[in-house]
């Protein structure tokens, strides 16, 4: 009952957000009806559950988000710069980075961190480690640091 009224919570935040309706009384009703919806949907489906709506992430979650923006825009400056850069000075690179995550949850946010990092893509997730394409050795050498996973683990309160 607690995760189905944290997804309709954060349904109607993410619509109110996306509409900006707060005058017309039907396309409230019609944001209501659909949120109505899409919840008794995945009642039936079984996925208001830990993996389908991770409520206890989200207070956390809130924290980790400045960071990660933060990282988008230094990467995006450091990209920014290495294409304008006369000499291109990038070294592609392949790499296997270990992570030691426990939940799902947190091992998705943080290869999807790395994807949303500019110069970065994870490419595979296994059970212990990560296969991460990265445009420069520094870009590998901050992923093997483990700053990002770090901030990541504290997700799941590590």
């Not at 790499?95 to 970065?120: D, E, H, M």
């Amino acid at each position: 009952m607690m995760r189905a009224l944290s997804l309709v919570i954060l349904l109607a935040g993410y619509w109110a957000l996306l509409s900006g309706q707060f005058h017309n009384h039907f396309l409230i009703a019609c944001g209501v009806v659909c949120i109505a919806f899409v919840c008794w949907m995945a009642s039936r489906m079984g996925l208001i559950d830990d993996e389908g709506v991770p409520a206890r992430y989200y207070v956390k979650l809130l924290l980790y988000v400045p960071y990660i923006v933060w990282q988008v825009i230094l990467a995006n400056w450091d990209v920014l710069k290495r294409i304008w850069a006369a000499e291109l000075p990038i070294d592609p690179r392949l790499t296997k980075i270990p992570y030691s995550t426990r939940a799902g949850f947190v091992t998705v946010t943080y290869a999807n961190s790395i994807t949303l990092t500019p110069g970065t893509v994870t490419m595979q997730v296994t059970e212990t480690e990560m296969l991460i394409h990265s445009l420069t050795k520094e870009g590998e050498d901050s992923l093997i640091d483990g700053d990002m996973e770090r901030h990541c683990k504290r997700l799941e309160g590590g």
